[in-house]
T-cell receptor, first 112, second 114 residues
Framework: KQEVTQIPAALSVPEGENLVLNCSFT??????LQWFRQDPGKGLTSLLL?????REQTSGRLNASLDKSSGRSTLYIAASQPGDSATYLC???????????FGKGTRLSVIA | EAGVVQSPRYKIIEKKQPVAFWCNPI?????LYWYRQNLGQGPELLIR????????DSQLPKDRFSAERLKGVDSTLKIQPAELGDSAVYLC????????????FGQGTRLTVV
């Protein structure tokens, strides 16, 4: 059974700092991995999707990497801003016919 | 293009009462999911549809939960009767289907059972 772990559970950084959020998964035979952002009381916003054949994806100040063999992904946020404050969730899909399995998320606070 | 639309956004009911949630997925998306998210946790799948067929409902508590996706578009999720432990956020998501499984989520329905 796939299990996803996100470390740290919470993170507080000053504005402008570069930061890394970590995600690990127990079954490396994944189909894809997706990073989401969730603001308080809101739904999930898709940030980046990495297919199993890819090593990384970039969108603006966000960069996500994938190392399938070690069962890890990182989300790198450059030059953090207070508007980046949210919970970031990592989810993996083992095949095209299986649902996403989520971690518990990392709650990020960027202090102005 | 409109995203996934859910209603209502919030619902407060007394235990043992019924409740229903509605979801309209992104146009053209064949796959629809219902997830439940408890406080401080990641979402967990309740049911997955491919068009109008429920292809994964193994985690749906069938004694009190039911779902339908008539005509393979909109979907409703019902709880009857609700219990205190059902308090959570209920999220609907959709994806195009086939090889494209990127999931897009709605705003969710926050259910409080008192």
């Amino acid at each position: 059974k796939q299990e996803v772990t996100q470390i740290p559970a919470a993170l507080s950084v000053p504005e402008g700092e570069n930061l890394v959020l970590n995600c690990s998964f127990t079954d490396s035979a994944i189909y894809n991995l997706q990073w989401f952002r969730q603001d308080p009381g809101k739904g999930l916003t898709s940030l980046l999707l990495i297919q199993s054949s890819q090593r990384e994806q970039t969108s603006g100040r966000l960069n996500a990497s994938l190392d399938k063999s070690s069962g890890r992904s990182t989300l790198y946020i450059a030059a953090s801003q207070p508007g980046d404050s949210a919970t970031y969730l990592c989810a993996v899909q083992n095949s095209g016919n299986t649902p996403l399995v989520f971690g518990k998320g990392t709650r990020l606070s960027v202090i102005a | 293009e409109a995203g996934v639309v859910q209603s209502p956004r919030y619902k407060i009911i007394e235990k043992k009462q019924p409740v229903a949630f509605w979801c309209n997925p992104i146009s053209g998306h064949n796959t629809l999911y219902w997830y439940r998210q408890n406080l401080g946790q990641g979402p967990e799948l309740l049911i997955r549809y491919e068009n109008e067929e429920a292809v994964d409902d193994s985690q749906l508590p069938k004694d009190r939960f039911s779902a339908e996706r008539l005509k393979g578009v909109d979907s409703t999720l019902k709880i009857q009767p609700a219990e205190l432990g059902d308090s959570a956020v209920y999220l609907c998501a959709s994806s195009p289907g086939g090889l494209n499984t990127e999931a897009f989520f709605g705003q969710g329905t926050r259910l409080t059972v008192v």
